[in-house]
């Protein structure tokens, strides 16, 4: 049976293993496809391999996906994506081209929390939250002409 490019996987069980294209690979050299939430720097985010065993790579990846996470936000409520009076075809190109680097950031985070990696879901999470504190709340606003503050009643 041919397994593409499923080197990361687990081994079969003993039983298919004689039959197998990975029954020769050491098992130490495989890195196992968690399907429960853990904890450790010892995980594959988005590329083989990467950010491997070292503690800065893994520092790296955790910057790399809150920053994407933030960037997302910050697309999602940008002026060119609300795209508010102008209908040229510039403006409409611009438009989805916003939409679509937006979209195919937001699906490298949700690649990279399916890694079930735990630190990775809390910087993803964070990275979301603080993108939407500074760019969608009404924290960090001022209010325009045509957007009145909510008053209490």
């Given amino acids: 049976m041919d397994h593409g490019n499923m080197h990361n996987m687990p081994p079969p069980s003993p039983s298919s293993s004689s039959s197998s294209s990975m029954a020769n690979h050491n098992n130490s050299d495989m890195i196992v496809m968690h399907m429960t939430f853990f904890w450790g720097k010892h995980t594959e985010i988005l590329f083989s391999g990467w950010p491997g065993t070292s ?28 795209g508010r009076g102008s209908t040229s075809r510039a403006a409409g ?31 993803a999470i964070a990275g979301f939250a603080v993108g939407f504190m ?15 503050p909510f008053e209490s009643l």
């Fill in 134 to 148: 500074f760019f969608g709340s009404t924290a960090f606003k001022n209010p325009s002409d045509d957007e009145k």
């Fill in 93 to 123: 190109l611009a438009q989805t081209a916003v939409y679509t680097l937006k979209t195919g950031l937001a699906y490298l985070v949700m690649l990279s929390v399916m890694s079930f990696n735990g630190g990775v879901f809390i910087v």
């Fill in 55 to 82: 503690s800065r790579m893994y520092a790296l990846c955790l910057i790399v996906v809150f920053l994407f996470a933030v960037i997302v936000e910050w697309l999602a409520h940008s002026s060119i994506l609300r």
